[in-house]
């Protein structure tokens, strides 16, 4: 299955159903079943947005330090339903879906949808772009 990997908080966003688009430069023309993998990477800018921007959604799970969030785990099912030019997909979001991505003019939106978190994060090396997700070792 193919998953690929986004840095924290933003993947822990999607896992809870918060953001609906995952913004980047290129776009794609893969539709269906996608892992969304929690990177190892943590930096200052992830450290902004989890501590100034996003405290209070991830304050309702009960996550009160970024330590907390999982890192190096494959975290959810989705389905990557569509891949829209940013500037569409502006016209149909709202402000906080746009303080979840990227949206600047020649980026794409990738649309997921029927979000599936796992029961429990589940230890996986991850990698850049999309790559292979053996589900067989996830059970």
Known sequence: MRAISLWQPWATLIQLGVKRYETRSWATDYRGEL?????????????????????????????????????????????????IPTEQALKVIGSDERSYGNYSSGRYAWKLTNVQPFDAPVPYKGAQGFFFYDYAKHS
Do not use: T
């Open 35 to 83: 892992v969304i993998h929690a990177a190892k990477h943590w930096d200052s800018e992830c450290s902004q947005y989890f501590y100034m921007n996003f405290r209070d959604i991830f304050e309702k799970v009960g996550i009160k330090r970024h330590s907390e969030l999982p890192f190096g785990a494959a975290i959810c099912f989705c389905v990557l339903e569509d891949c």
